[in-house]
Structure formats: structure tokens, C-alpha cells
């Protein structure tokens, strides 16, 4: 590593100012920590925005890309591969669908399902094109994707948007019955808003969505790019709501940190795609899903998803003790390893940056919010140092009257 260099001062230069940094310029990981440039150590609570599933550089995954990289990278899908099927019939079995397509992110992910949706409501629905989301949602940042988030901030530097998309209330299934005319073809949902707070639906939610759905011959398609891959306690989170989507896309924590992403369709619904309808170069290459395999059949083959319930019930636990001794804190809120501290004022970047001092990573969602993720392999004790050390921030700012 090039030490003695003001890396934030090069990005500054060189790269396009599209977001804002947290001032640390991290070089090594190994489990649920990090290191930066100048060897400080920092436990790692954002886990790439809930992507490193297993831990940073976990052994399992280092040497399936190790192998398949001294073996073959990538030769497109002009060809069958074996990484990729092994990864496919995995993922078949392991879920409620019948066929895998690979791609490259989340967004492309979603993307995919949008363009077969529509496809779909074309040869179905007698043309029919628009999806219903939910305000507050994330779904990417590609045109489409944008354009069905709910989200304004991230829609509105690109209007005039691509039409067919209508965004209702989220958790309100009357609001999608009410927007549902003769040109919806699919209602897209998270089963749990990442991006939007952790929004967790009520229980009967996604069944009554369901329930619709059907009565209307519309396609369900649940976006678990971030709760998918045992993020939420179970391999999916769809499982915990006793239904079954016609499609679904996943990324994130697929491929542990390499970037892969999927959706996955009914064989009813993925026989919409034709050969020539849709096509990705890089999606689906050797090296991004050995990673993936390698990811997948550990989280199965050691039951990762128990170990997130019982980790992820003892954060909640802890985080609901904070919330206890600190009134700035209005809101613990989560599933499994998917938790959100929300405040009563606009103070989460501030905590942000006051967790670093305490060799902690966290990321606020909101002003007032914040997202923890940490490693789905994450220990006991580590959860415990994580909310001390927030715990530590919460009483400075108090003893200051901030």
C-alpha cells in the first residue's frame, strides 16, 4: 500500500462528487473490522451496506475467488459456464422459483424485473405497463429503477421520468387496491424498507398484497436485493410473511462483497423473456458467482439465518436498552441483522462521525436515522462492544448538552 498520500484530497480531484465520504480511506478487513490508512481498527456495523454477508475476506470466500480466478474470469454468456449453474440450481432450490438470470447489481436487478413485468402485462394484461411502489422505497439508481423509487430526493434532478410507475403509502394495502386501474401489470415492494428507515410492514401486509395480486391477475414482485440472502432471520424474508412472489431480485449480500445480482421468476413468469429480450455482458461471469456459490452454501450449509435470529434479537435487545437511557432516541426498530435507531432530532450524521472516535462504522439512512448491518457472522461480543460504543457517544453528547 502507497502510504504518506491525502487519498481524500486525490477523490476530491479525480472522481465525480457524487455523494458524501465518511474521512476514513480504509486498506485491510478480516471478520467484523476494518483498518484504515493510518492502522486505526474500526468495527464494522455498515458491512458495505449489509453486502459482506460472511465478514470481511471470510476464508471460504477468499479461496473460491482465489481458485476460480487462477482458473477462468470471464468468457460472457455466449457460453455455459459452471459457477453460474451451480449458483442457479442453488438458488432454485433454495427458494419458491423455477429460474435465476445473473447480473451485476441490484439496480440491473430490478431493472430486469421491470422490463419483464412489462413484457409480461403486454402479452397478459392486454398491454398493460404500470407498477405500483411504495413511497419511500429504494430501488436503484438506473432510470427505471430511480423512477420507481419512492423516494423524491433521489428522483427529482431527472424529470421528466419515464412514465408507469404510481408510488402509494407504504404497509397500506387499500392504497394499492385504489391505485390499481386496467394498466397496472405488478405492485413492486420491499418486504422490509431498507434504504427508507427499516420500515417493517405489519404481519398480514404482504398476504393481503398477495391476496390481491392474485384477485386481480397482477405479478408480485418483492425487491430483497438488501433484506434477501438471511439478512432478516430466514434465507428470505417472503418466508416470514407465509407467501410466495411470482418474481424476485437480490444482490447485496449474494456474493459477500463481489458484485453480483439476480432475479428470480416463476417458470410461468420467467417464460415472458425470450432469447434476445434480455442480455448483460459481465452478469453472471465465472468469478462473481463461484463467489456467489461459495456465500450461498455456507449461509445454508451452517444455518446462518438461526445465528442472524438469535444475534439479531440480542442487538435489538441492547439497542432497546440504549433507547432506555437516552431520550434523544425516539425508535429501535429491526429485523434479524437489519436495525434502525431513529432520534428525535436530525442528529444521526453527527453520531456517524462521533462513532468513529469510538472505532466504530455506522451509516445514517436519514438526518434521524440510523441503519446498523453488521456481518451476518457477526459475535456476541461484538455486538456488545458495537452498542457501548454508541451507548459512549449518546452519553458525550449528553454531557455537553448538545
Given at each position: 500500500m502507497v502510504t504518506g498520500i491525502d487519498w481524500p484530497g486525490v477523490e476530491r480531484k479525480v472522481f465525480f462528487q457524487t455523494g458524501r465520504r465518511t474521512p476514513v480511506t480504509l486498506v485491510r478487513g478480516e471478520?467484523?473490522?476494518?483498518?484504515?490508512?493510518?492502522?486505526?481498527?474500526?468495527?464494522?456495523?455498515?458491512?458495505?451496506?449489509?453486502?459482506?454477508?460472511?465478514?470481511?475476506?471470510?476464508?471460504?470466500?477468499?479461496?473460491?475467488?482465489?481458485?476460480?480466478?487462477?482458473?477462468?474470469?470471464?468468457?460472457?454468456?455466449?457460453?455455459?459456464?459452471?459457477?453460474?449453474?451451480?449458483?442457479?440450481?442453488?438458488?432454485?432450490?433454495?427458494?419458491?422459483?423455477?429460474?435465476?438470470?445473473?447480473?451485476?447489481?441490484?439496480?440491473?436487478?430490478?431493472?430486469?424485473?421491470?422490463?419483464?413485468?412489462?413484457?409480461?402485462?403486454?402479452?397478459?394484461?392486454?398491454?398493460?405497463?404500470?407498477?405500483?411502489?411504495?413511497?419511500n422505497s429504494f430501488h436503484g439508481r438506473t432510470l427505471a429503477a430511480v423512477t420507481a423509487t419512492g423516494t423524491e430526493k433521489y428522483k427529482a434532478p431527472y424529470a421528466p421520468l419515464m412514465p408507469g410507475f404510481v408510488n402509494v403509502?407504504?404497509?397500506?394495502?387499500?392504497?394499492?387496491?385504489?391505485?390499481t386501474t386496467d394498466k397496472t401489470c405488478a405492485v413492486l415492494l420491499e418486504p422490509i424498507q431498507g434504504e427508507g428507515g427499516v420500515n417493517i410492514p405489519d404481519?398480514?401486509?404482504?398476504?393481503?398484497?398477495?391476496?390481491?395480486?392474485?384477485?386481480?391477475?397482477?405479478?408480485?414482485?418483492?425487491?430483497?436485493?438488501?433484506?434477501?440472502?438471511?439478512?432478516?432471520g430466514t434465507l428470505w424474508a417472503y418466508e416470514q410473511y407465509g407467501i410466495e412472489p411470482d418474481v424476485m431480485t437480490l444482490a447485496k449480500g449474494l456474493a459477500g462483497g463481489v458484485p453480483i445480482g439476480a432475479i428470480l421468476a416463476k417458470e410461468r413468469v420467467?417464460?415472458?423473456?425470450?432469447?434476445?429480450?434480455?442480455?448483460?455482458?459481465?452478469?453472471?461471469?465465472?468469478?462473481?458467482?463461484?463467489?456467489?456459490?461459495?456465500?450461498?452454501?455456507?449461509?445454508?450449509?451452517?444455518?446462518?439465518?438461526?445465528?442472524?435470529?438469535?444475534?439479531?434479537?440480542?442487538?435489538?435487545?441492547?439497542?432497546?436498552?440504549?433507547?432506555?437511557?437516552?431520550?434523544?432516541?425516539s425508535e429501535v426498530r429491526g429485523r434479524g441483522l437489519l436495525c434502525a435507531v431513529q432520534f428525535e432530532a436530525d442528529i444521526a450524521e453527527e453520531v456517524v462521525r462521533a462513532a468513529l472516535g469510538e472505532g466504530l462504522l455506522l451509516n445514517n439512512l436519514r438526518p434521524n436515522v440510523l441503519r446498523i448491518a453488521p456481518p451476518l457472522t457477526v459475535s456476541d461480543a461484538e455486538i456488545d462492544e458495537a452498542v457501548a460504543a454508541l451507548d459512549r457517544v449518546l452519553a458525550k453528547r449528553s454531557a455537553i448538552g448538545a
Open positions: 471478520g467484523s473490522y476494518v483498518w484504515d490508512d493510518q492502522g486505526n481498527r474500526y468495527l464494522d456495523f455498515v458491512s458495505g451496506i449489509a453486502v459482506v454477508s460472511l465478514g470481511h475476506c471470510h476464508p471460504v470466500l477468499v479461496d473460491a475467488i482465489k481458485r476460480q480466478a487462477e482458473t477462468l474470469i470471464h468468457v460472457s454468456n455466449l457460453f455455459y459456464t459452471v459457477p453460474q449453474l451451480q449458483l442457479a440450481e442453488l438458488l432454485v432450490q433454495h427458494s419458491c422459483f423455477d429460474r435465476v438470470y445473473f447480473c451485476n447489481s441490484g439496480a440491473e436487478a430490478n431493472e430486469a424485473a421491470i422490463k419483464l413485468a412489462r413484457k409480461w402485462g403486454r402479452e397478459n394484461r392486454n398491454g398493460a405497463y404500470e407498477i405500483i411502489s411504495a413511497l403509502p407504504f404497509n397500506d394495502v387499500e392504497a394499492i387496491k385504489a391505485a404481519d398480514d401486509y404482504l398476504r393481503q398484497v398477495r391476496a390481491w395480486c392474485d384477485e386481480q391477475r397482477l405479478l408480485l414482485i418483492l425487491d430483497e436485493v438488501q433484506t434477501g440472502v438471511g439478512r432478516t420467467a417464460a415472458t423473456f425470450q432469447p434476445g429480450d434480455h442480455g448483460s455482458t459481465f452478469g453472471g461471469n465465472p468469478l462473481a458467482t463461484a463467489a456467489g456459490y461459495a456465500v450461498l452454501k455456507y449461509i445454508i450449509d451452517n444455518d446462518i439465518p438461526a445465528q442472524v435470529r438469535a444475534r439479531g434479537e440480542r442487538l435489538l435487545a441492547k439497542l432497546r436498552g440504549l433507547e432506555d437511557r437516552h431520550p434523544a432516541i
